[in-house]
């Protein structure tokens, strides 16, 4: 079994920065992705950006150019850097992992709003 515990979620203001990081830890094998999903009220989960075993990246075309991700393999540890942030990039972040099978974090909140 596969745990991931989240951190880095809050209130910020249009234009902010937050950065959220998630870590995985338990039955820890061969990791072939980490990554963020997000959801808003209302909203289907969507694909934030996602981190590949061979360190391809993908992102969100609605967060290219603000948002980073980037991974630590050493610590088993996903970062996600958020720049110039948006009221539209208000939600609950997921952490999301796949080693064979997919696994989902608790969710963290991120509010951009002044």
């Known amino acids: 079994q596969v745990r991931l515990v989240e951190s880095g979620g809050g209130l910020v203001q249009p234009g902010g920065s937050l950065r959220l990081s998630c870590t995985a830890s338990g039955s820890i094998f061969t990791i072939s992705a980490m990554g963020w999903y997000r959801q808003a009220p209302g909203e289907q989960r969507e694909l934030v950006a996602l981190i590949n075993i061979g360190r391809s990246m993908v992102y969100a075309d609605s967060v290219k150019g603000r948002f980073t991700i980037f991974r630590d393999n050493v610590k088993n540890t996903v970062y996600l850097q958020m720049n110039s942030l948006k009221p539209e990039d208000t939600a609950v972040y997921y952490c999301?992992?796949?080693?064979?099978?997919?696994?989902w974090g608790q969710g963290t909140q991120v509010t951009v709003s002044s």
């Open positions: 999301y992992l796949r080693q064979n099978v997919n696994y």
